[in-house]
Antibody
């Protein structure tokens, strides 16, 4: 069974940095595309970015709203998806979910709350 | 960017009665491989979204057969044949043909 566990959320001031981690189990980590999706309070989900699978060289794509500030990577030693966030803005406040794509199906993790506030 | 538009915004349904919602994309969701990456997800308060339907009409294992998806190209529909209490929440259509984007959601409530 696929399991995605998130960690690293918390409170940060505007302009600060934070790193989220999502540990994956029950799958071959390198075989699958993975996304970060966020959901601001009371709003719908918003795609943050993607890392392709290993056959596609783990290439990354980002939403325009985070490009240049956020960076997605993988740690193969711990089967973890990482989201490094810099220059955080108040509007980045959201629950951040990791999502793994398996045969066209999106499996969602539990999410980490990131609060950007002064 | 592909824009997803859902209707209605909300739906109040009597238990045991059907419910239906629509989703329209700003461009065709048929991918280069011929598959259409349109999913329906359900979200209850405080929980992550959960996929019900993927690739337009495929029910995920464990999803009740009262849920069905249909459509093609740019127009898609999710139907619940007989609404149960556990079906309340927000339903989002989600396309993954080109990056990822979501509809605005349809809130389902019980009358």
């Amino acid at each position: 069974e696929v399991h995605l566990g998130a960690s690293g959320g918390g409170w940060v001031q505007p302009g600060g940095s934070l790193r989220l981690s999502c540990g994956a189990s029950g799958l071959i980590f390198s075989d699958h595309d993975m996304d970060w999706v966020r959901q601001a309070p009371g709003k719908g989900p918003e795609w943050v970015g993607r890392t392709r699978n290993k056959p596609h060289s783990y290439t990354t794509q980002y939403a325009a709203s985070v490009k240049g500030r956020f960076s997605i990577s993988r740690d193969e030693s711990t089967n973890s998806l990482l989201l490094q966030m810099h220059s955080l803005k108040i509007e980045d406040t959201a629950v951040y979910y990791c999502v793994v794509w398996i045969a066209g199906v999106a499996f969602w993790g539990q999410g980490s709350l990131v609060t950007v506030s002064s | 960017d592909i824009v997803m538009t859902q209707t209605p915004l909300s739906s109040r349904v009597t238990l045991g009665q059907p419910a239906s919602m629509s989703c329209r994309s700003s461009q065709s969701l048929v991918g280069g491989d011929g598959d259409t990456y349109l999913s329906w997800v359900h979200q209850r308060p405080g929980q992550p979204p959960r996929v019900l339907i993927y690739k337009v009409s495929n029910r995920l294992s464990g999803v009740p057969d009262r849920f069905s998806g249909s459509g093609a190209g740019t127009d898609f529909t999710l139907k619940i044949s007989r609404v149960e209490a556990e079906d309340v929440g927000i339903y989002y259509c989600m396309q993954a043909t080109e990056s990822l984007s979501f509809g605005g959601g349809t809130r389902v409530e019980i009358k």
